[in-house]
Nanobody, 125 residues
């Protein structure tokens, strides 16, 4: 069993930055494929980013086109945490952001075994 807790959301002006954290218990995240998703009001949940477990070549990251070049996923294995650094935020980034562990399909599919409770990100224009 893996428990995930997101933090770091808040209100920021357009162009600003936020750093989301996803702290885990129950398993070392270095051995776990992780994803970030978001859901805006009235919209379906959508893929934001993914970071693979650590292997001999390190981790890989994947991003939705809408956030590529602005968001960066990383991990802090000492704190058993994954990070989503969000720069150049836009009003359309406003959503509840979720981290997830153990994809059952592709990283982008949303079919993950474990989910956090979410953290609200609001970007004002």
């Amino acid at each position: 069993q893996v428990q995930l807790v997101e933090s770091g959301g808040g209100l920021v002006q357009a162009g600003g930055s936020l750093r989301l954290s996803c702290a885990a218990s129950g398993r070392a995240l270095s051995t776990t494929n992780m994803g970030w998703f978001r859901q805006a009001p009235g919209k379906e949940r959508e893929f934001v980013a993914a970071i693979t477990r650590v292997n001999w070549s390190g981790s890989r990251t994947y991003y939705a086109d809408s956030v590529k070049g602005r968001f960066a996923a990383s991990r802090d294995d000492a704190k058993n945490t994954v990070i989503l650094q969000m720069n150049g935020l836009k009003p359309e980034d406003t959503a509840v952001y979720y981290c997830a562990a153990d994809p059952r399909g592709t990283y982008q599919s949303g079919a993950y075994e474990y989910w956090g409770q979410g953290t609200q990100v609001t970007v004002s224009s």
